[in-house]
């Protein structure tokens, strides 16, 4: 049956939606609800439908059901990692080695690169791992904030190998012919991935040339000036941190085991689950990365739980309900997930991207498609908070206007992430902006404010690259010159902050 243009009604229902609602749970099983109705004739049947034809087959597909096995081993590593000591003892152990302001803003940066598997897991260990060594240098709360906002959902988001890597892959292969290396898809769409990118380089920049601006300049200046961490009227909620037991002995260890548990498993099962005799790299690329993922959470995690009991920080009960606590801190994201893979059916049944794709035929060249897609994404993630459920209506609707426009997907898959992770790390409802502002205890709407700002530079230095990627289609010439502008803009931003507001007039 031919909607004509009401056949975008599901995905635009999903966008307005979590507009209003900012639910994105929601205004997703509402959207599904919609299109299988439409499909069905009646909402009775669609409703029914709903279960019938998209929940369950999605399900029961094989990627998908390995999608959720390892999501739920990912909130057990990341509970692990909180409760077992190993990270508290790595931060105890280094604490003392970084002296400047310089080399903890640096430190922080590859905290969060190292910390690469869970957005969740990033903010509360790396904020309270250095909150002791940022106070003692007089580095404000703000400033460490948005060091782990900036890298929290940003580095996962990069790496197949990742929970995030594993949902966008989930996502797309429903749009691309069977068959097609998804691992191979998600690599080459990394370069056109701009704004994650740039972010993550931001941090670096800021903390090696001091080049702040803005509400970020004036509460360094208070902090470095006047020793106030926060400002005078901060609101800040006590995240949960690691209380050491009497009789326990936690170390370093506890953090470093099962880092390399998690790698060293995830690769023994990669090239055992590979097609052999053709060299190690396409074993590992035609793996069963589902599966190795899967074991290589729950081995990590596994071991982690038992170091912690071997020196006391847990109980066995304790250890037990580490995996309990870890499972329900993943249903929701496992339901944005389930739904997210069902919009995507229902918006292809409903034929919305063939629509969108005949009615823009004259006129959707690259550059508007990759800069709409991009700038779309921005602000629906910003307004719902949400990357994942931006993924799940965005990368249905890119990859076949991307085909049908005889353009390369790469960029298209990469405005289209891009765009979404935009509000993840800058929205005020956003789980991982909440969670960074717990991590670093500052103030949640001082660590907004402070660090709005620099994702908009960021944003506006990636639109100048996807203008670069419609001409050349090259990522990595896009991402040069998403780099340079951001570069370029910070530069600029700091010297009219400094000319406006010397650091001798500023108020702090």
């Avoid at 370093?252 to 097609?275: D, E, K, N, Q, R």
């Amino acid at each position: 049956m031919d909607f004509g243009i009401l056949s975008i009604l599901p995905p635009l229902l999903a966008i307005v939606l979590a507009f209003i609602t900012k639910n994105v749970l929601l205004s997703l099983i509402a959207a599904v609800f919609v299109g299988a109705t439409m499909i069905a004739g009646n909402p009775i049947v669609g409703f029914v439908d709903i279960f019938g034809n998209y929940m369950i087959p999605k399900i029961a597909d094989p990627w998908n059901a390995g999608v959720i096995a390892m999501t739920l081993f990912v909130g057990c590593f990341s509970v692990m990692l909180e409760r077992g000591g190993g990270a508290w003892a790595f931060g105890q152990a280094v604490k003392d080695k970084i002296t400047t302001r310089k080399q903890g803003q640096i430190a922080g940066w590859i905290g969060g690169l190292m910390i690469f598997f869970s957005d969740s897991s990033n903010s509360v260990i790396v904020g309270p791992i250095l909150r002791a060594v940022t106070d003692r240098l007089k580095i404000s709360r703000e400033k460490l904030a948005y060091i782990c906002d900036s890298t929290a959902s940003s580095v996962p988001l990069l790496l197949p190998i990742t929970g995030w890597g594993a949902l966008v892959m989930g996502i797309y292969k429903e749009s691309l012919p069977a068959g097609t290396n998804l691992v191979d898809v998600f690599v080459k769409s990394v370069p056109f991935n701009l704004y994650t990118i740039t972010i993550i380089l931001m941090v670096l920049v800021v903390a090696v040339t001091g080049w702040d601006f803005g509400p970020m300049r004036r509460a360094e200046i208070r902090a470095r000036k006047l020793g106030k961490l926060t400002a005078d009227d901060a609101h800040i909620k006590k995240s949960e941190t690691f209380q050491l037991k009497e009789g326990a002995h936690p170390t370093a260890w506890g953090l470093i085991v099962p880092l390399i548990v998690l790698i060293g498993s995830l690769f023994a099962t990669m090239y055992y689950t590979g097609p052999k005799g053709e060299g190690f790299m396409n074993t590992i690329t035609n793996s069963d990365t589902m599966l190795s993922l899967t074991v290589a959470f729950f081995s990590a995690a596994l071991v982690g739980v038992l170091i912690a009991m071997k020196n006391k920080v847990l109980t066995f009960k304790e250890g037990y309900q580490v995996f309990i606590d870890g499972f329900q801190q993943m249903i929701e994201a496992i339901l944005i997930l389930i739904f997210a893979w069902c919009i995507g059916g229902v918006t292809s049944d409903v034929g919305a991207a063939d629509y969108i794709v005949e009615a823009t035929r004259g006129f959707m060249t690259p550059g508007i498609m990759f800069i709409s897609l991009f700038i779309t994404a921005c602000i629906t993630s910003f307004a719902t908070g949400s990357s994942w459920g931006s993924f799940a209506i965005f990368l249905p609707i890119a990859i076949p206007l991307a085909l049908a426009n005889d353009v390369s997907i790469y960029p298209a898959i990469g405005a289209s992430l891009a765009g979404s992770l935009f509000g993840d790390h800058c929205s005020p409802i956003s789980d991982s902006t909440i969670l960074a502002s717990l991590g670093a205890s500052c103030d949640h709407l001082a660590h907004v404010r402070t660090q709005l700002p620099y994702a908009v530079l960021a944003a506006l230095a990636s639109i100048a690259g996807f203008v670069t990627a419609a001409i050349t289609m090259n990522g990595f010439i896009s991402l040069a010159v998403s780099i340079v502008c951001m570069v370029l803009f910070l530069y600029i931003m700091n010297r009219v902050d400094k000319g406006r507001h010397p650091e001798s007039e500023t108020t702090v």
